[in-house]
Nanobody, 115 residues
Framework: VQLQASGGGAVQAGGSLRLSCAASGSIFSLYDMGWFRQAPGKQRELVAGITSGGRIKYGDSAKGRFTISRDNAKNTVYLQMNSLKPEDTAVYYC??????????WGQGTLVTVSS
């Protein structure tokens, strides 16, 4: 599967962004999808994940502020980010995992939150 992330940008603290990740090349509905992020000098971390069956998990940094969703008809997974903080500044990556645990990554989209 090929993944194309978009929607990043620069926003002030307290603002919102919606990231999108469009998938192609395979049956999107069969994949578990996730958003990860990596800030400079830090390890990549899970932001949110949604399984093919719709089960959702959030990383601690996202709980209460971010919402992950998927539209299988559009082959797209979304990350709605509200109440953004400067510490949310990172490159956000889309991830897809298939039924035999093969993982694919998108190219990343930069989110910059200023105080």
């Amino acid at each position: 599967v090929q993944l194309q992330a978009s929607g990043g940008g620069a926003v002030q603290a307290g603002g919102s962004l919606r990231l999108s990740c469009a998938a192609s090349g395979s049956i999107f509905s069969l994949y578990d999808m996730g958003w990860f992020r990596q800030a400079p000098g830090k390890q990549r971390e899970l932001v949110a994940g949604i399984t093919s069956g719709g089960r959702i998990k959030y990383g601690d940094s996202a709980k209460g502020r971010f919402t992950i969703s998927r539209d299988n008809a559009k082959n797209t997974v979304y990350l709605q980010m509200n109440s953004l903080k400067p510490e949310d500044t990172a490159v956000y990556y889309c991830n897809a995992v298939d039924a035999i645990n093969r993982s694919s990554w998108g190219q990343g989209t930069l989110v910059t939150v200023s105080s």
